[in-house]
């Protein structure tokens, strides 16, 4: 489901966002899109959505206004950033307060960053264990 493609949901909907930084070449989105897709896979039930800080869109404040305009109750807003620079510990939260002001009827929840998540560092370093070649 991208920004396009919202569509009225229950009162008691609940969405999750994906947040990413964004770029200016589309190719980079790619993996972020497999992502989403994957998620939704796993939860059919709840609106998957991709959004991203800058260079691309959506861009998350206006993903949030439309999910909030189409029913959505309860949004959880996932940070696919390896670290907690300053876009998630500046950023994010400045656009998060601002939505909770323009959307006080939403309740939005933001996840830690996917890079400071034990179990997704566990699968990143088993990649990279894997990723040398056996003597």
């Known amino acids: 489901m991208d920004a396009t493609t919202v569509q009225q949901a229950p009162s008691s909907a609940r969405a999750l966002v994906l947040f990413a930084h964004g770029a200016r070449a589309a190719s980079w989105a790619a993996p ?7 998620t939704q896979a796993r939860m059919p039930e709840v609106a998957v959505s ?23 109750a309860d ?47 566990a699968a990143i370093t088993d990649y990279c264990v894997a990723s040398l070649p056996t003597r």
């Open 50 to 72: 991709l959004a991203f800080l800058e260079l691309m869109t959506p861009r998350l404040p206006d993903l949030v206004a439309q999910l909030c305009a189409a029913g959505i």
């Open 32 to 38: 972020f899109e497999r992502l989403r897709d994957m």
């Open 75 to 121: 949004i959880t807003v996932v940070p696919v950033f390896l670290g907690q620079g300053g876009h998630v510990l500046r950023d994010l939260p400045l656009m998060v307060d601002q939505l909770r002001i323009d959307l006080p009827q939403l309740r939005i929840n933001v996840a830690e960053a996917v890079g400071e998540n034990a179990a997704v560092l």
